[in-house]
């Protein structure tokens, strides 16, 4: 595991992501069900990564008032979490495999465990307290934050304020993690094949100098 100090949403996070496969991402290549998807979606994710290898950086992306919402409302609930639970939280940016192929940008860490923090819309968070599991749809990343960092279990802690919180623990499941490695390694097989066609097409890698490419297009 290798942990890059860059602030997450930051230019330089958003750089070491790009062309690599995140946990936040392999509802792209993974079915909650942990079956592997066919059809355009991650044929879809492969061109997007391929893209943002070619180029150095990652595609442009817009976030929206719930995203915001969210982020502002993760900054109350990992305090409540610290207290409640009596632990320190470690912030960080990305944390990698140690080939690098693979990342994931956890909320939080503590010497045993990651947290994934989500601050959804009332009705849902309602939703989730009362099915009082960690929904389907966010326990890939939670598989996939212990594929990146090797630890054995996840916290997923879904805050909404005003309502009692919801934090369930999710183990580490070996057949789960077997699951993501076969992806991972699938995907790399395809995204090697297309990156030598496209060098190939092109006479060569791409060159990265200021006059060819804006490396900083958030800018």
Known sequence: MKILPHKQGSEEWLAARAGIITAS???????????HKTGETPKTYLYRKLAEKWQGFPLQSFGGGAMEQGSLLESEAIPWYEVEY????????????????????????????????????????????LDGVVPEEHLLQCHGGMFATGYKRWDFISYCRGFP??????EADPVAQDVILGAVERFYENMDEGWK?????NGGEPKRDSEEIDTHPFE
Do not use: Y
């Open 165 to 170: 919180p919801l934090v369930r623990t999710v």
């Open 25 to 35: 991402e392999l509802g792209n290549l993974l079915t909650p069900l942990m079956k």
């Open 86 to 129: 009596g632990v320190d939280v470690e912030r960080v940016g990305l944390v990698l495999t140690d080939d690098g192929k693979f990342g994931a940008s956890p909320d939080g860490l503590l010497s045993d465990r990651g947290i994934e923090v989500k601050c959804p819309q009332p009705h849902t968070h309602i939703k989730w307290w």
């Open 197 to 201: 066609m496209i060098v190939a097409a």
